[in-house]
């Protein structure tokens, strides 16, 4: 089941602060994060697992929350290379292939 | 350097002539996967492989078809392509060693069936 998340997209000012949610109807056994930036692949930015720490890329953040079946990515202080469509991706169970969400197109002008 | 590679990167093909889009890792990782991704719709899987021989299908599977004879190879093979295929697709080789998890996709393939 496809993960949901919020917002769609989002315009900051260099310097400022967003957060990403990434939320599931089902229990999450991990939440991983991704960056797309525009004509390329998706980039892997970091994972989260059930039961773990926060985890952090730079000034990119992630916090996992199981019982809210959710997760957040902040991004602190943005930068203009921080353009781009973030996906969380999660999978079904276990082992099993990541659903990815729609994505959150972010825009950080100067 | 870890790398997923696919070929061609662009193709314009017409209906009905098969098509075969290569990928190959170089990570020994056991675990790939074929997504395709559309506009408002994000990234769909269409088949997996847990290791050689060994495939599944994914969310979107009708109309491709995927082989794992070698552990690096996971080719997408469209029998048939019809114009609703023509999509951005790309192929991703998973690491599931615990505490080592990461994805890594190809460049992408640029598919237009008329």
């Known amino acids: 089941q496809q993960p949901v998340q919020s917002p769609q997209a989002v315009i900051l000012r260099e310097g400022e602060d967003a957060v990403i949610n990434c939320s599931s109807s089902?229990?999450?056994?991990?939440v991983h994060w991704y960056r797309q930036k525009h004509g390329e692949a998706p980039v892997f930015l970091m994972i989260?697992?059930?039961?773990?720490e926060q985890m952090r890329h730079e000034k990119i953040s992630a916090s996992f929350n199981e019982k809210k079946q959710q997760s957040s990515l902040y991004l602190t202080a943005s930068q203009l290379s921080y353009s781009g469509t973030y996906f969380c991706?999660?999978?079904?169970?276990?082992?099993?292939?990541?659903?990815f969400g729609k994505g959150t197109r972010l825009s950080v002008i100067a | 350097e870890a790398q997923v590679t696919q070929n061609p990167r662009y193709l314009i093909t017409v209906t009905g002539k098969k098509l075969t889009v290569t990928c190959s890792q170089n990570?020994?990782?056991?675990?790939m996967s074929w997504y395709r991704q559309d506009p408002g719709l994000g990234l769909r899987q269409i088949y997996y492989?847990?290791?050689?021989?060994?495939?599944d299908k994914g969310d979107v599977p009708e109309g491709y078809k995927v082989s794992r004879k070698e552990k690096r190879n996971f080719p997408l093979i469209l029998e048939s392509p019809s114009p609703n295929q023509t999509s951005l697709y790309f192929c991703?080789?998973?690491?599931?060693?615990?505490?080592?998890?990461?994805?890594?996709f190809g460049p992408g393939t640029r598919l237009l069936v008329l």
């Open positions: 991703a080789s998973t690491n599931l060693i615990s505490g080592e998890e990461t994805q890594y």
């Open positions: 089902k229990a999450l056994y991990s």
């Open positions: 989260l697992l059930k039961g773990g």
């Open positions: 991706g999660t999978p079904d169970s276990g082992n099993t292939p990541l659903v």
């Open positions: 990570m020994n990782h056991e675990y």
């Open positions: 492989s847990m290791n050689v021989e060994v495939t």
